[in-house]
């Protein structure tokens, strides 16, 4: 009996928030007892942004905050039943916690429930959940586990459990809503809906569980995909490697061939000088001897004597070179540095144009299926092409071989790559010049003679015949351009470029925030930052160009288009720190007309 007398102390004096002994017990104005640290820390959270403090468990408020004192008599209580070794019970015992589901039954504290009834509405513990054991009226209810929710399963209009499901509001309800709002509607029992729902459920279960069984199956060809490129991009990094080292170590073969070469030719020319320079010497010395000789003689008074030797020191031998010796100061070997200098400007040009090639072959990589495999085969050819130099003053001749290193696919590609990045492009109207009209939903600028009245804006051109597409340019993208007229520059530029008047910040092509191509009747021409390119004529001028972008990879290529074959103009290769947006500038000549084509 003592042991159940403290082990009900224990409860008593246990704090309702942490389930232990009260340490530094408080009793706050409604009576009821908690450690001076719970409620403080109760009183400190949300009740004090409301500026109203109540009491955890009969919720009475008190305004303002009461001040805590502790409860001499109780502490004292305490440390007596700390005393006899007996403790609270643990924190987990069989009282609900705020996070529990509580016993509808018990009064004053209540016990953990451990069923909920969904006939009689309500949850058990474990001592009041036994009559549904015991008595055989309670045996058929329906019971699960504990449950928050079964105040959801009562009708808020007649307090009555929903066993009804009305098909035509789709709604649960009880037998009293069947006779008033719902009367003549399509109603069954909720169990039979259950049924029909449960068979509904399975099926989307198995369509779930077969697309997850599907995209498991994607997921492993693309992992498959990944291994796939990183071998392809390791063999191709080795093959590089293996080609580069293989060009390099021929280039300096032949640097060394050609320093040799130079180094024997210059051996051979500088001998030749000396021993003609020897021979002069010699030549010279024998001429101030005879001189000596001549002018003893001039000097001689004797006139027989005179007269006798001057037949044999007059006479003078042939000399042994030309009278006159071209001399050409430092430019004995300019030519061989000329022809070395024309081979590196090739070679620039070669690893210039490779590296787009090579860029658009690498982000071509795209997880569908290729359109063909030959495409992955166009790789790097390590063809290797003599150029010669020769040097026709000293008549030197030099060979040095460079790689060509150039994709098979580099001047002509087919447009069904391009098309799968196609993206419809439209004209912004806040930036078009007044002089230039929009149409075909804004793909269209054609220049005229008359002002458009466009609405001011700060984003439109006051100078430049220009204008700039809506839409920011991100990612991999193709669009193609038709024009007519005079001439038209193509371009892409950054939101940054100047807008108001006629200078080069605010001219496609002319500053560091624009690329532009320029295209008239007989050639092309492309700009960047100030700087221009003449772009071979040989390449033929098309009045449809196709543009290609890819901005992460900072690669821009622009191609003359005919039908499906497309022929390389120009590329680029550098990096975009900011989007880009699409710009077309026309000539002055009214009727000139640039358009997006809306691609398939």
């Excluded at 060979?399 to 150039?406: F, K, L, Q, R, Y």
């Amino acid at each position: 009996m003592a042991h159940q007398g403290y082990q009900m102390d224990s409860v008593k004096l246990s704090c309702p928030i942490c389930l232990d002994l009260m340490r530094d017990p408080v009793t706050i104005p409604c009576g009821h007892n908690y450690c001076m640290n719970c409620i403080g820390n109760f009183w400190d959270g949300e009740e004090k942004e409301k500026g109203i403090y109540s009491c955890p468990q009969c919720r009475q408020r008190f305004t303002p905050r009461p001040v805590l004192k502790k409860n001499t008599m109780l502490a004292e209580l305490v440390e007596d039943l700390k005393k006899t070794g007996l403790q609270a019970p643990a924190a987990d015992h069989c009282y609900a916690g705020p996070e529990d589901v509580a016993c509808d039954v018990c009064t004053g504290r209540k016990m953990k429930a451990v069923k909920s009834c969904l006939v009689c509405m309500a949850s058990y513990c474990e001592n009041h959940l036994q009559p549904h054991y015991d008595a055989e009226p309670l045996q058929k209810h329906k019971l699960v586990d504990p449950s928050k929710k079964l105040k959801e399963n009562i009708c808020s209009n007649h307090d009555e459990v929903m066993k009804i499901f009305c098909r035509t509001d789709q709604q649960c309800i009880c037998y009293l809503c069947l006779m008033d709002e719902h009367k003549g509607h399509e109603t069954v029992p909720a169990a039979a809906e259950r049924t029909e729902k449960q068979k509904e459920l399975q099926e989307r279960r198995q369509q779930i569980q077969q697309r997850i069984q599907d995209q498991e199956k994607d997921v492993k060809l693309l992992q498959q995909e990944v291994e796939a490129i990183n071998g392809s991009a390791d063999k191709a990094l080795e093959d590089n490697e293996k080609i580069f080292t293989d060009l390099l170590r021929l280039l300096q073969k032949r640097s060394s061939a050609v320093k040799q070469q130079i180094r024997s030719q210059q051996e051979t020319e500088v001998s030749r000088v000396k021993e003609l320079q020897k021979k002069l010497e010699q030549e010279i010395t024998e001429l101030k001897r005879k001189d000596a000789k001549l002018e003893k003689l001039s000097i001689t008074e004797d006139h027989t004597q005179f007269l006798q030797n001057y037949p044999s020191l007059s006479a003078l031998s042939e000399s042994t070179h030309s009278s006159s010796i071209n001399i050409h100061p430092l430019r004995y070997f300019e030519d061989v540095t000329a022809a070395v200098s024309e081979i590196w400007d090739i070679l620039q040009d070669v690893l210039r144009d490779i590296r787009t090639d090579i860029s658009l072959a690498v982000t071509e990589v795209d997880v569908l299926p290729p359109e063909s495999d030959q495409s992955t085969k166009e790789n790097v050819n390590d063809d290797l092409d003599e150029l010669k130099v020769i040097d026709q003053s000293k008549n030197m001749q030099t060979t040095v071989a460079i790689a060509d290193c150039t994709l098979s696919s580099s001047e002509q590609q087919t447009r069904a790559g391009f098309l799968r990045h196609a993206r419809k492009i439209t004209l912004n109207p806040n930036t078009a010049h007044k002089y230039l009209e929009l149409s075909e939903g804004n793909r269209k600028v054609t220049m005229t003679n008359e002002n458009q009245h466009y609405p001011e804006h700060d984003d439109r051109f006051t100078r430049r015949w220009q204008v700039l597409s809506k839409q920011r340019l991100t990612g991999r993208i193709y669009w193609e351009v038709e024009w007519s007229g005079r001439g038209i520059e193509i371009a892409v530029a950054y939101d940054a470029i100047k807008r108001e008047g006629d200078t080069q910040e605010s001219t496609f092509g002319l500053n560091e925030n624009s690329w532009a191509l320029c295209c008239s009747p007989n050639k092309y021409t492309f700009h960047t930052d100030g700087w221009k390119e003449d772009i071979d004529e040989s390449i033929p001028v098309s009045s449809t160009v196709g543009v290609y972008l890819d901005t992460k990879a900072g690669i821009l290529s622009l191609y003359s288009v005919f039908g499906s074959l497309m022929i390389l103009i120009h590329g680029v290769q550098t990096t975009f720190n900011e989007p880009l947006y699409a710009g077309i500038w026309l000539s002055r000549s009214v009727g000139t007309t640039a358009e997006f084509i809306q691609l398939q």
